[in-house]
Nanobody, 126 residues
């Protein structure tokens, strides 16, 4: 059983920051956790991923250098620190958990993830 619950979304002006959290409740081993986002009328896209075993991280080009994914020491909470937010970052943000796969393998592929949170809205105004 795996349950994920996001929090921390909201509305900010361009250039602002937000930190998203995702509570991870799992009775099985998880290989990777990731953040995805879906803007209105667009496909869900991978934002960042962390490999739980060694905390290696990967980012979409569009957020590299602005966003940071991390997990707490107990690995029960996933975070996404988002800085210098821009209007194009407006979307519903989802955390996702993956039960198999190699380190960083196709991390951007939403079909590789078995469990999803309900999402949290992030709105960035110009």
């Amino acid at each position: 059983q795996v349950r994920l619950m996001e929090s921390g979304g909201g509305s900010v002006q361009a250039g602002g920051s937000l930190k998203l959290s995702c509570t991870v409740d799992s009775s099985i081993s998880l290989y990777s956790l990731a953040w995805f986002r879906q803007a209105a009328g667009k496909e869900r896209e991978g934002v960042a991923c962390i490999y739980r075993r060694d905390a290696s991280t990967w980012y979409a080009d569009s957020v590299q250098g602005r966003f940071a994914i991390s997990q707490d020491n107990a690995a029960t909470t996933l975070y996404l620190q988002m800085n210098n937010l821009q209007p194009e970052d407006t979307a519903i943000y989802y955390c996702a958990a993956r039960q198999s796969g190699g380190r960083g393998e196709s991390w951007w592929n939403r079909r590789a993830y078995q469990t999803w949170g309900q999402g949290t809205q992030v709105t960035v105004s110009a």
